[in-house]
């Protein structure tokens, strides 16, 4: 369905406030126009423009966090339930589909730097950054869905040139995972769901290692610089 210049409702779509949109704004059902501005809203609060290139910071129910934390990492594991991570150990989860963020505490407070985080079911999930204040990288833990979050393994860190930063992590299932970072060769894995993490003893020619992604518990893809 689409709202047309006069602003008829066509097909289910919904025209928002009665106002004339852009010509041939394409809503899908269920969906409506948003207030003139030409693009579409859901029942979860995510919009988007009508050709989807630009999108738009609708959401009213974020907490206050500390203004210096920037975001890093955000990732759902399911329409409703999803988790962000930033600076100076910042945590949030959504569990309607991003409408309201509350805020989740981790035993290290404001020093850590955090990355990325993933989920492989509604509870078990992994957060990993680094500790500005000692140089060590940081593998957080839950399986609460986030009620509480633990230190699940610690990479450390030599100072200066020694400074460990884990950039991201990855599971293919609950048991096997990967972490990576800087510097050159820091590949951690998992076959026991985090209770040991052993260096993969990988040879990586890259300074730093920024992502990874894992399709089964056999092959994973890294990248970097």
């Not at 207030?35 to 206050?64: K, M, T, W």
């Not at 600076?87 to 963020?101: A, E, F, H, Q, S």
């Not at 998992?190 to 260096?199: K, L, Q, V, Y």
């Amino acid at each position: 369905g689409h709202c047309d210049t006069s602003c008829q409702a066509l097909v289910g779509a919904q025209c928002g406030n009665g106002v004339i949109d852009r010509p041939n704004e394409v809503c899908a059902i269920g969906e409506t126009t948003y207030l003139n501005q030409g693009f579409c809203q859901n029942a979860r609060g995510q919009s988007y423009d009508e050709i989807g290139a630009r999108f738009i910071d609708v959401i009213s129910g974020l907490p206050a966090i500390d203004s210096r934390a920037a975001m890093r990492d955000i990732f759902f594991f399911s329409d409703t339930i999803g988790g962000i991570v930033g600076g100076y150990g910042t945590i949030l989860k959504t569990t309607d589909g991003g409408l309201n963020w509350q805020t989740q505490t981790q035993p290290l407070g404001t020093n850590l730097e955090l990355s990325a985080i993933k989920f492989v079911n509604a509870q078990l999930g992994w957060a990993v950054g680094d500790d500005f204040s000692t140089t060590n990288g940081v593998i957080l833990n839950t399986t609460d869905g986030g009620a509480s979050w633990l230190v699940q393994h610690t990479v450390v860190g030599g100072g200066g040139a020694g400074t460990i930063r884990l950039k991201d992590v990855v599971f293919a299932n609950a048991q096997v995972g990967w972490v990576v970072g800087y510097p050159a060769g820091t590949v951690l894995h998992t076959t026991d769901g985090g209770a040991r993490w052993i260096n993969s003893g990988a040879t990586v020619n890259f300074d730093t290692l920024n992502s990874a992604y894992a399709p089964s518990d056999q092959r994973v893809w890294l990248v970097g610089k």
